[in-house]
Structures are given as C-alpha cells and as structure tokens.
C-alpha cells in the first residue's frame, strides 16, 4: 500500500510539475503575444509621428503650391465664363452664352432666345487662339438641328460676337471676312446659367 501511496505521489507530483510548466508556457506565450503588440505599435505611432510631422513641415509650401496651381488652372487653363446679350426695342430679346476654355480648348452653350419667336439653343466646340474663339454652334430650331460658324472676340467683362451676314446665294447666314465683332455681351454669374 505504501508503494502504491509512492506511486500515486509520484503521479500527483509529476501532473503538478506539469500543470506548473504548462502555466508558465501558457505565460510565457501571453508574454510573447504583448511583445508582438507592443512592438506593432510603436511602429504604428513611429508611421503616424513621421506622417504627421511631414505634413506640419511641408503644409506652407503644401498650400502655398496648390492656391498657385489653383490660380493658374482657374484663371488661365480652365475658366468657365457666361455671358449675356440683350437686344429688341425693349431689350426683350436674350442671348445666353456659357463657355469653358481649357488651354486653347473651348467648349460651350449659346441660348438665343428672342421674345415672340422660335429661339435656338445648342452647344459650341471651338479653339482659342489669343483673345479670338472661333467654333462651331449646332442648336435646334423649330424641332431641326442646324449648325453655324461663330467668332467671339473675349476682352475684360465682356465678349464680342462677329455678326451673321445674310449670303445672297444661299439665303443662309454665314460669318463673311467683312463681319465684324459688334454684338457685346456682358459677363455675369454662372449660377444657373
């Protein structure tokens, strides 16, 4: 019976020690996770530190680059413009013109909407050259599409349209070497427009 009391002491002391070796692998473990952790972040903090003291650095010049790249883009590259023009005994004739100029591109709505009459309304693509626009408006009228050239002369508030001469031939208006930039429309907010 002793040896058995032996045996039995020997088993409880050999499961002890290893209940014992299995807490401390078990903390040994959990020590190792944290380590991971921690060292996961510092090297977040480290990123989050160099990210933001970058910004803090640069953040002048950061602004100081956009606001002039923003000028340029909006003033030279891509201004958007709108126009009107008023016409009839009464000034209760309107035209309406919206363009878009990127670099020598242009592109556009020209509105003319005359009081008791059909108007026309369409688009217009072009090119820029200087201070001269010259393109191609294709508009609806009376439930017919139609195009016609037309020249715009832009100056400081205000852009001047060359005028449509009747061609005697054709009875159709066309722009003629002759016409001249006298229809002025003066610029407003493009609010919708």
Known sequence: MEKDTDEINTILNVEGKLNAAIVVTGIQTNIMKLQRMLVALLVSLNLLYACNSGKDKNASTNTDTA???DSVTSATLNPTLCFEHYDGTKNQDTTVL???IFENNV????KWIPSEKDGRAGTIKGTKNGDIIKGIWTYMQEGQQDSLPVEFKLLKETILQKAYA???KTGRESLSDTSGFTIEFKEVPCVGL
Do not use: V
Request: avoid cysteine; glycine fraction near 8%.
């Open 67 to 69: 606001s002039k790249r």
């Open 98 to 100: 919206h363009l878009e």
């Open 166 to 168: 009747i061609d005697p």
């Open 107 to 110: 592109k556009g709505d020209l």
